[in-house]
């Protein structure tokens, strides 16, 4: 069985992050990779990549999903912040990563290529990486429906609502409440 299938938690599982970063080398970087403490006050992207599963695999919705669905979020989430790494800069005092998502697809894509993902399942998890942060911003673009009919022909947007609720869980900023708001609408 290779790494894809064989990284497919159930519902309530606990993850071992030193096992998984053994057998996934690409997330070591993750752990020395600062973020801006007024939305990320958990510290660094591993930090908050763990948060995310946890929250995720915790959610009574993910119970309900089928298994190749809860394969595909576990991964999106793992995956989510993949490229703050290479994106991320100290900008006027605050640590920033601009174009992480759209980099993010790029390389979650290589790398569940060499794991055999399914291309169906891959191309999903890399729609959900690059629109993970759609539902917190969304509606304040100008040309939200535009963008909305543009996720959706990429995105299951019911598949999006569970790795945008655990990335705002999976995070100490004060601006949680507002995001989880968001989602919902």
Known sequence: MNTYFQLSPEPGAKIDWGELQALLPWLQPLDE???DPVHHGEGNVGIHVRLVMEAL???DGFHDLTQPDRRMLFWAVLLHGVAK???TRLEEGRWRAP???RRGQLVARNLLWRMGAPWRERETICHLVTHHQAPFHLLERP???RR???ISWQTPCDLLVSPARA???GRISSHRPRLLERIEL
């Open 99 to 101: 174009g992480h998502s």
């Open 143 to 145: 040309d939200w429906r």
């Open 148 to 150: 909305l009919a543009t």
């Open 57 to 59: 695999i915790g959610d």
């Open 33 to 35: 990779c600062p973020q």
């Open 85 to 87: 790494p290479a994106t």
């Open 167 to 169: 990335d705002a869980l």
